[in-house]
């Protein structure tokens, strides 16, 4: 499966398909204008599964790969985790020519984006995707950066990749847990943009594909790829409708915030309940029919994703929740900005929503 990502120059295309290591030279030499090097960067985790396969199909293609490793964990999406990385590349002698692979998951992307951005003013890298919300979101998009005191994700850049290489096979070693995090993502996209797909996941697409199930696999990364590529093309610095992008993005940063981003509450499952709690708000708005929020809280159910905060050690203060909701980086003068679902299939984006229509679905259990 090819896919492209429409930025006039500095469009790119994402491959989707089983393999795709082990064939990875074939794309990306075409990427080093003759030159013969790149630079791998993967996690702990990552490295010993994945890095082989992905050696051997760059080797085979006359490209010798020089590799740094990073600590697994979102830790490494650090001030110091970038300093380590940036100063291992000039270490290698990196140039302006020199192409950076990110092999892993979203941590990795988003930490090597960022490397790639500001080593030598600006170098161009590749997303290797190896989790499933990597392959279905963070990969796409040139959404680049690290976490600091203040915050996830309050430092980066938008630095679009030449590449995307979502390569299924590394999503056979995923744990479960992570597996259905990046489920949450697919469901997602699909809440905020195509009915006809939530349909077919709820009717055992869905099931399907996290039980391993290859085609159904492919079929809801393609998907979430080109829901991705499209809003992204058309508004790729989030002006306007890549933030709808961030449905359930933030109840589910709160939650995150509280349980001090940790393995508490992985990314993913933060996603669900906080689109539980997107779709609750919009019910109570009078925006969306309840039985459609009804039908989201099932299938997470059915999925064995959370949709209350019961499932990660709350219910939270709803005060403290709301105070979190104010610094998240979309909230614009401390106002409340929510992504709201006027049925299963669409949303909209809504400011200045008031904190009296919040708070009873923060005190709510689904
Ligand atoms: P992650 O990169 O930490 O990966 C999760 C865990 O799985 C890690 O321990 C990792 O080592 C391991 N792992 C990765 N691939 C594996 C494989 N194939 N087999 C076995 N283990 C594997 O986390 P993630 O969920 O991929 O990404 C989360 C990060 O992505 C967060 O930092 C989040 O902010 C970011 N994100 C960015 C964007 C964006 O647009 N840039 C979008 C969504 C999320
Ligand atoms: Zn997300």
Not at 39 to 51: A, E, W
Not at 303 to 331: E, I, N, S, W, Y
Not at 336 to 359: H, K
Request: contains cysteine; aromatic residues 4%.
């Amino acid at each position: 499966i090819r896919l492209e990502v429409a930025l006039g120059e500095r469009a790119y295309p994402i491959l989707i398909g089983a393999g795709l290591l082990e064939r990875a030279g074939e794309w990306i030499a075409p990427l080093l204008k003759g030159r013969r090097r790149v630079v791998v960067i993967t996690d702990t985790n990552v490295g010993p599964l994945h890095l082989p396969r992905l050696t051997a199909g760059l080797a085979a293609a006359g490209v010798s790969v020089d590799t740094v490793t990073v600590p697994a964990g979102e830790g490494s999406k650090s001030w110091a985790g970038i300093a380590d990385l940036v100063d291992r590349l000039l270490d290698l002698r990196v140039d302006r020519g020199t192409l950076l692979l990110a092999l892993g998951g979203g941590v990795i992307g988003d930490l090597v984006g960022f490397a790639a951005a500001i080593t030598m003013r600006g170098v161009d890298f590749v997303q290797i995707p190896t989790t499933l919300l990597a392959q279905v979101d963070s990969s796409v998009g040139g959404k680049t950066g690290i976490n600091t005191k203040a915050g996830k994700n309050l430092v980066g850049s938008f630095h679009q990749p030449r590449l995307v290489l979502a390569d299924m096979d590394c999503i056979a070693t995923l744990p479960p847990r992570q597996l259905r995090a990046g489920y949450a993502e697919i469901v997602k996209h699909t809440v905020l943009g195509d009915a006809a797909m939530f349909a077919w996941l709820e009717a055992g697409g869905g099931a399907a594909l996290l039980a391993g199930d290859r085609a159904a696999l492919a079929k809801a990364v393609r998907h979430s790829c080109e829901t991705k590529a499209t809003i992204v093309a058309a508004d790729e610095r989030e002006g306007g409708q890549r933030a709808l992008l961030n449905l359930g993005h933030t109840f589910g940063h709160a939650l995150e915030a509280e349980t001090g981003f940790s393995d508490t509450l992985l990314h993913g499952e933060a996603v669900a309940i906080g689109m539980v709690q997107a779709l609750d708000l919009s019910v109570r708005l009078g925006l969306c029919p309840a039985a459609d929020k009804a039908r989201l809280v099932a299938h997470l159910v059915a999925c064995g994703l959370p949709v209350d905060q019961q499932a990660c050690g709350g219910p939270f203060d709803p005060a403290t929740l709301v105070a979190h909701m104010r610094l998240d980086k979309k909230a614009k003068a401390g106002e409340l900005t929510f992504v709201l679902c006027t049925g299963l299939g669409s949303a909209i984006v809504r400011d200045g929503v008031p904190e009296s229509d919040v708070l009873p679905v923060l005190s709510e259990a689904h």
